[in-house]
């Protein structure tokens, strides 16, 4: 009995060591196999995985705290502009705005007295020439309008209108926040807002006059009396530079002085002027933009 039980445990031995090699033999198969057809693959992020597909547009501003000053040179890849320097500096003096300003704004038989806004702007805007400011774009992350004479253009606009009342920088941001998709925030390339900065980009400061100024006609025609009336001392005037890029369009305002032909001078600063000017450039370069802020009242 005991021989027997001792042959059936033998017989149990054997068959789970067999079973044991047979398995040892198919996994050192399987291994084999694997190492036999191995191929190693790499796998790798696509270069231009987080590189923008759109074509950005060069604002005469760059967008972001981190950046402290850019010189004139580097302001000129911000900024293009095609104006013409012919500047009638030194006709202007600041007496004789003060005087033309409480006259009215007279055209053929058309007579439009300017309401006492826009004399408080042209006033201020009339002193801009003398006051030697020069192109240079520089980031103010505490202020964010220049605290010393280093002006892109659209600083002509935002520091006028400071001065007389007017804070663009809340009124924008303040916009912006509330109607972010009424914005170009694709041609900044980021749906974050900069209170700081954004006020001060072209786009975004065209817009915010589109949705809250009188908008006016963009062509002057001197020999239609009802066209000439529409463009008043004060009026902000944006010129295209690139057709394909608004980014580089510049900002002015209609000085309260004209050239020999009736055609309202503008006051603006570009890389090519290099400060503070006023110039002929309504007949010379498209109009983008025409616009009165604050909005005239009915009464006035």
């Known amino acids: 009995m005991r021989v027997k039980t001792r042959n059936i445990r033998s017989r149990r031995k054997i068959k789970y060591n067999l079973i044991i090699i047979f398995i040892i033999a198919i996994s050192a198969l399987q291994f084999w196999n694997l190492k ?3 191929k190693e693959i790499k796998f790798e ?46 006709t202007a003096k600041a007496a004789n705005a003060t005087e033309s300003t409480e006259t009215t704004l007279a055209g053929s038989e058309n007579v439009f007295e300017l309401s006492d806004a826009q004399k408080k702007i042209i006033l201020r805007l009339m002193k801009l020439p003398e006051e030697n400011i020069v192109y240079a774009y520089k980031a103010y992350p505490e202020t964010g309008y220049p605290d010393e004479p280093n002006w892109i253009s659209t600083d002509v606009v935002s ?17 912006m926040s509330e109607h972010i998709e009424a ?12 209170k700081k900065s954004d006020f001060r980009v072209v786009y975004f400061q065209q817009k915010f006059f589109q ?29 295209e530079i690139d057709p394909e890029n608004p980014g580089k369009d510049v900002a002015g305002m209609v000085s ?14 570009t890389k090519d002027l290099g400060k503070v000017s006023e110039v ?6 498209k109009v983008s933009g025409h616009f009165r802020y604050p909005y005239p009242e009915l009464n006035q």
Not at 183 to 194: F, R
Request: hydrophobic letters at 35%.
């Open 183 to 194: 914005y170009p925030m694709d041609k900044k390339g980021s749906k974050n807002l900069d």
């Open 36 to 38: 036999a057809f191995y």
């Open 211 to 239: 949705r809250n100024a009188l908008e006016l006609p963009v062509d002057f025609n001197p020999d239609d009396p009802t066209n000439v009336l529409q463009w008043q001392p004060g009026d902000i005037v944006y010129f």
């Open 159 to 175: 520091v006028v209108l400071k001065d007389c009342g007017y804070d663009l920088m809340e009124l924008i941001h303040k916009d």
């Open 256 to 269: 309260n002085h004209k050239n020999d032909k009736g055609i309202p001078l503008i006051i603006m600063i």
């Open 45 to 90: 992020l696509p270069k231009n995985l987080f590189k923008s597909q759109i074509s950005l547009p060069i604002s005469e501003i760059t967008v972001g705290k981190e950046i402290a000053s850019v010189n004139v040179e580097k302001a000129d890849a911000l900024e293009s502009s095609g104006t013409d320097d012919t500047s009638t500096t030194g």
């Open 280 to 285: 002929d450039n309504l007949s010379t370069l």
